[in-house]
């Protein structure tokens, strides 16, 4: 069986009881990052071995991966932060399970974007999730899509990028739509703030940005 095991986003509390059993009873933890995870493990007292599972080895480890699960093993898939699969590895080997009848269990646990929608007071009934634009080929395109949506639409954004994406979804969308950047989530140094796109960019701009970033953006009205 693959298990999916949501890890922390920041504060090592938000983890479950069930998943500290999974990565105790599994056979083998794949982990985007093995230095990161350590620190995890170490902390909940987990001492099963670790496999490096990400972007540049996940199609090369496939055939190897279900080759071991379908010999009875069972794995534990985590990610740096949040639930694998969401702008992190993971969809390439549950779809590779799904298609070999291999069972795949995924825990609920922690998401960024979650508590970073619900706390933002935009309306969260209806949301579409775009997580990561395109760098160059095809931003455009998405930013015109996305500011014609008519519900909130959530965005995950790298600190050293942040002005140049909120300047971008002010040209598309206009500085008074209203938006909510939240950064550093569950750690000391949170922050979450809802203001206008043009707000925003006068707030930012006048501190050294850290952390990883969720942007959401209400929908046209």
Avoid: W
């Avoid at 509390?13 to 990052?33: G, P, Q, S, Y």
């Avoid at 990028?161 to 206009?174: I, P």
């Amino acid at each position: 069986m693959l298990f999916i095991v949501p890890t922390p986003i920041g504060n090592l509390e938000d983890i479950t009881f069930r998943a500290i059993r999974i990565l105790k009873e599994a056979d083998l933890i794949l982990a985007e990052d093995t230095r990161t995870s350590k620190k995890l493990l170490q902390h909940y007292d987990i001492a099963t071995p670790l496999k490096s599972y990400h972007a540049h080895n996940e199609h090369a480890s496939i055939d190897y991966l279900i080759e071991q699960l379908q010999e009875g093993a069972r794995l534990a898939l985590i990610s740096d932060a949040g639930t694998p699969g969401i702008s992190d590895p993971g969809f390439l080997i549950t779809r590779a399970c799904v298609q070999q009848g291999i069972p795949v269990e995924c825990l609920p646990g922690a998401t960024a974007f979650v508590p970073a929608l619900v706390a933002s007071g935009l309306p969260c009934d209806k949301f579409h999730f775009e997580g990561f634009l395109p760098h160059k080929k095809g931003r455009q395109t998405r930013l015109i899509y996305l500011s014609e949506l008519p519900h909130t639409f959530v965005l995950y954004e790298s600190p050293h990028r942040l002005l140049k994406c909120l300047n971008q979804l002010e040209s598309f969308c206009g500085a008074e739509r209203m938006a909510c950047v939240a950064r550093e989530l569950t750690k000391v140094h949170q922050e979450i703030k809802t203001d206008s796109l043009k707000k925003l960019l006068e707030h930012f701009g006048q501190k050294k940005i850290k952390g990883e970033i969720v942007i959401v953006v209400s929908g046209k009205n």
